[in-house]
């Protein structure tokens, strides 16, 4: 299992109903990138950590080992605009407002990366996907995702186990030991998931299987006041950003 699913599982929010934590969490997400970068970003990651740490309970370690890949996706997309090409300066140089831009693109997609990190950290797939069907989406989508879900720890296992094995054996000494070792993994990959997906098709066949998958969901109520404390956090934020903006510099 993957440690942020392993974090989600583990989460004090983990018996809250999913709706609470999207209102929550992907509303965090929208203000960050709908508000002013300046302060609106700021306040919303400030608010966000918060609550990750705080009533969430998410240690920081996994947090941070979560968080830093996206954000590596946010400065490498902030970084072009500062250059800009062609112009009087020469073919390549830097542009006027590219630090401001740069900043505010930023600000905007850290602070919304923590956001849905609130939402992964506390809710686990496996109480989200079979809810979807109520929403109106197939339930054949659905179970394609629920088996696609749970068939990707087992490959995981399967890469890990192999990996492991290929060490042992000084797969990884040279160069090209590496690379040979890489083509047997993608190979073993390839048939070990060929042959799941058979014989999980023979024990869905065995059992009776009708084209539905029917999985146990936990039961969970709508909390209002959670709700009413998420409308609250997030009305608040958006007061205080328009405040501090009109705010003389």
Do not use: N
Request: charged fraction near 15%; hydrophobic fraction near 50%; charge should be positive.
């Amino acid at each position: 299992m993957l440690p942020i699913d392993a974090a989600a599982h583990s989460s004090r929010w983990r018996r809250r109903h999913p709706l609470e934590k999207a209102v929550l969490g992907l509303g965090l997400t929208v203000l960050a990138v709908s508000l002013p970068p300046w302060p609106g970003a700021p306040l919303v990651a400030a608010a966000t950590l918060t609550v990750l740490l705080g009533p969430a309970g998410v240690a920081p370690r996994p947090l941070w080992r979560a968080f830093r890949i996206p954000l590596g996706f946010c400065v490498t997309g902030a970084v072009p605009l500062l250059f800009q090409v062609g112009g009087p300066a020469g073919p390549l140089s830097l542009a006027p407002d590219g630090p401001a831009h740069a900043g505010a693109l930023l600000l905007r997609t850290s602070a919304a990366s923590l956001g849905l990190l609130l939402f992964a950290f506390t809710t686990p797939v496996s109480d989200v996907v079979p809810r979807l069907v109520r929403a109106g989406v197939p339930p054949a989508v659905v179970d394609v995702a629920l088996v696609m879900y749970r068939m990707s720890f087992l490959l995981l296992d399967s890469v890990r186990r192999v990996r492991a094995a290929q060490a042992a054996r000084l797969g990884h000494t040279t160069r090209a030991a590496a690379w040979r070792s890489l083509a047997g993994l993608g190979a073993t990959a390839f048939v070990r998931a060929f042959d799941r997906a058979a014989r999980l098709q023979q024990g869905l066949s065995g059992r009776g299987y009708d084209g539905s998958l029917r999985v146990l969901v936990p039961e969970s109520r709508l909390s209002g006041r959670f709700l009413a404390a998420a409308g609250a956090l997030l009305a608040t934020l958006t007061a205080l950003t328009l405040l501090l903006e009109r705010l003389p510099t």
